[in-house]
């Protein structure tokens, strides 16, 4: 049960990422059967060169540490299973893929019988998981003089500049662009055979100061008009959380979310200081995002479907 203590935002929105199924009375293995319309335009996305009118290859899920294998229609999944002190069998749909977690006594019978029932659930989301980690792999920033990365909504070119004559620490985004390309440069003060992590951390510096910033700004804004008082600002770089707020007046922000422009970023600062007012997310609560931003839920849908460069 979460903490009534605390609530976050998730980083790919407010659906639980697991699922836990009560045990119920022993089911009988399902036979297979012919794959769904809803499985066959997955296995289609999955495998787009396939020949119209073939046969589909049934798409392949496995997980790094898979010990048990299911076919489910127009899909096999490899899984990682696990047995614990729990009631219920639970899906956990991550990165990494299939994770289903059963008490001691419930027999695998019962286990892939269940797995089946959650199979359009689960197909579905590992299908959003693979496609979500082909985007991010897709916007992998390659650190070197011209790398490029989102600022504010806007795409910042990194230029190398040893001569290190700069008024900020490190580095200077420049207020006019001089290529002509509309793109500013953020000029480091690095040598230009730097090594790629250097070049990565000096960037990642930069833009976490500016984050504090503006996010200190916003918060600033906002909660005078929330009527709520704020008492620490931190930075996070949590892997799926945007944000997060204690009911002690504590914030957590993370500090990737200084790519998005500056209405998303108002809204995540909204959303995390109207939970000092409501500690869930009921209609009150939205209620209350709503008052000082308005279109909070096409906001929210952007925040979830516009790509971030990937750091690692």
């Not at 509309?182 to 984050?211: T, V």
């Not at 308005?294 to 971030?308: F, M, N």
Request: hydrophobic content about 40%; some cysteine.
């Amino acid at each position: 049960m979460r903490s009534p203590l605390q609530f976050t935002l998730d980083l790919f929105g407010s659906e639980p990422l697991g699922q836990a199924v009560e045990k119920s009375a022993p089911l009988k293995p399902l036979p297979e059967l012919r794959a769904p319309r809803e499985f066959r335009d997955l296995a289609e996305r999955h495998a787009p060169d396939a020949p119209t009118g073939l046969a589909l290859t049934p798409t392949r899920f496995q997980h790094p540490r898979a010990n048990r294998e299911i076919r489910l229609p127009g899909a096999s999944v490899a899984f990682e299973f696990k047995r614990g002190k729990r009631r219920t069998i639970g899906f956990v749909v991550g990165a990494d893929g299939l994770v289903v977690s059963a008490p001691k006594w419930v027999p695998l019978g019962e286990v892939d019988a269940a797995v089946r029932e959650k199979g359009l659930w689960i197909v579905r989301k590992l299908g959003e998981a693979r496609e979500r980690h082909s985007q991010l792999e897709s916007n992998r920033i390659v650190w070197c003089d011209g790398a490029e990365f989102p600022f504010l909504g806007d795409t910042v070119v990194l230029r190398l500049d040893p001569t290190h004559g700069f008024k900020s620490v490190g580095a200077e985004l420049k207020a006019e662009p001089e290529d002509g390309s509309g793109r500013r440069h953020l000029n480091l003060g690095l040598a230009h055979n730097a090594a790629p992590e250097q070049i990565r951390d000096a960037a990642q510096a930069w833009l976490m100061r500016q984050a504090k910033r503006v996010f200190t700004e916003r918060m600033h804004h906002y909660a005078p008009l929330l009527g709520v008082t704020w008492r620490k600002l931190s930075l996070s770089s949590a892997g799926t959380r945007w944000g997060s707020a204690s009911i002690d007046g504590s914030v957590r922000l993370n500090w990737r979310l200084i790519h998005f422009r500056m209405p998303i970023i108002d809204y995540v600062v909204a959303h995390e200081l109207s939970h000092l007012r409501v500690m869930d997310h009921s209609p009150r609560f939205w209620d209350t995002v709503r008052t000082v931003v308005p279109d909070y839920a096409e906001l929210r849908g952007q925040l979830k479907a516009v790509p971030i460069p990937k750091w690692d």
